[in-house]
């Protein structure tokens, strides 16, 4: 039988929703792995054969975009006037019965379990691992998972990409707390990220410029084992109180990339790929060798210490067709590793490069666009 619409053909759907259904949508497409178009898209269907719907509170509302089929959305605008409601109920009544008709399919875990380690790590500079690893962070924490972000890179670019200060040099830090030199608790230096479907749910541990002094500090040590263990032994108070902890390493092979490495690996117990390191890359050959003394780093490593390191996949950032063979040829052979996957592809946009701009997380600058949908694509596939 032929669809009434073309499901490819899609036309942007703007409502005003408010934010609580907004975010219990976020979450419940989390949970069953469904993109929110789709889900919205189910909903509408069923909208369209149901009767004696219930009044949803849209008061407060904020903007809410997403796509729906073409020949579906125009079906739906003729069924709100025919039902003499408007087009911003329609929408929240349709997302209300989808979400009525597909529960939660398990349990929130239960705290105790510890995070789930997520570290985003490349030897080259400038493929986008603080952008992807924002993005993917404020996309865990949209879908009501607490997560912590933290900028391991004593450049700071994160930190001041969104808007936050670094730690002063003679201030508490991570690398000061790795080494056994600070006082107080880690936890004091951590700010909330607001903003967004996920205010509330993510976290910031800033950078300090005394993060320059790690690997030194670290090659010296005479204590066993400190330069894998520092940044685990630093971060373990902090574990039991976030679904997620996520880590933007610096463009280095050096002693701090270890410790990141180790605290990414799969634990006793855990399953196979719950936590591990995602590799943002560019479609390009530089990217390609840079990968490659990635990959002797991790299995060094692996045969050393005698763990598991899971190699989620590749984000294959800021890719333009347009530039050719080059770019083609470079992302066709990044999908043909095919373990570990391309988990995505984030299109050359500008929506990006505005958010640094302004200071702004990406999901708060330009939630609905391509390249918000990408990072909630990633987050999607690795909390699988």
């Given amino acids: ?16 929703l408010p934010a609580e259904l907004r975010k219990e949508l976020k979450v419940r497409a989390a949970e069953l792995g469904k993109d929110i178009q789709d889900a919205v898209t189910e909903g509408v269907e069923a909208w369209r054969k149901a009767k004696s719907l219930a009044v949803v509170d849209t008061s407060g509302g904020t903007s809410f975009a997403t796509y729906l089929p073409a020949g579906l959305y125009g079906k739906f605008k003729t069924d709100a006037i025919a039902r003499k409601v408007s087009f911003n109920q329609g929408i929240a009544q349709a997302i209300r019965l989808w979400l009525d008709s597909n529960p939660t399919p398990r349990p929130k875990p239960p705290r105790g379990t510890g995070a789930r380690r997520i570290i985003f790590g490349n030897q080259k500079g400038g493929v986008g691992k603080t952008s992807v690893s924002a993005g993917v962070a404020q996309a865990l924490a949209e ?8 900028d391991f890179d004593p450049q700071g670019h994160l930190t001041k990409q969104l808007g936050y200060a670094m730690l002063d040099i003679d201030e508490a830090s991570l690398a000061k707390h790795m080494l056994k030199e600070a006082k107080g608790e880690l936890g004091e230096l951590l700010v909330p990220i607001k903003g967004g479907d996920f205010e509330d749910h993510l976290w910031l541990l800033p950078a300090c410029k005394d993060a320059f002094l790690l690997d030194a500090k670290l090659a010296t040590t005479k204590a066993v084992r400190i330069k894998e263990t520092a940044l685990e032994k630093a971060l373990e108070p902090l574990e039991q109180d976030f679904d997620y902890i996520v880590v933007d390493c610096p463009p280095s092979l050096g002693y701090s990339m270890d410790t990141a490495l180790y605290f990414g690996r799969t634990r006793n117990g855990e399953e196979d790929s719950a936590s591990g390191i995602v590799v943002p890359v560019l479609a390009e050959d ?23 390191i899971a190699l989620l996949g590749f984000v294959v950032n800021m890719y333009d067709s347009r530039k050719g063979y080059v770019a083609t040829s470079s992302l066709d052979e990044w999908n043909s590793i095919g373990d570990p996957p391309v988990l995505a592809v984030v299109p050359e946009l500008k929506d990006q490069r505005e958010a640094v701009r302004v200071k702004k997380p990406l999901l708060v600058h330009a939630p609905y666009g391509d390249q918000a949908e990408v990072m909630r694509t990633v987050a999607r596939r690795i909390s699988a």
Avoid: F, H, N, W
């Fill in 1 to 16: 039988m032929t669809a009434p619409y073309d499901p490819s053909d899609r036309e942007k759907v703007v409502a005003k």
């Fill in 143 to 150: 879908t009501g998972r607490r997560t912590l972000l933290i």
């Fill in 286 to 308: 530089s990217s390609a060798d840079a990968y490659d003394m990635l990959y002797d780093q991790v299995q060094d490593l692996i045969e050393d210490m005698g763990i598991d």
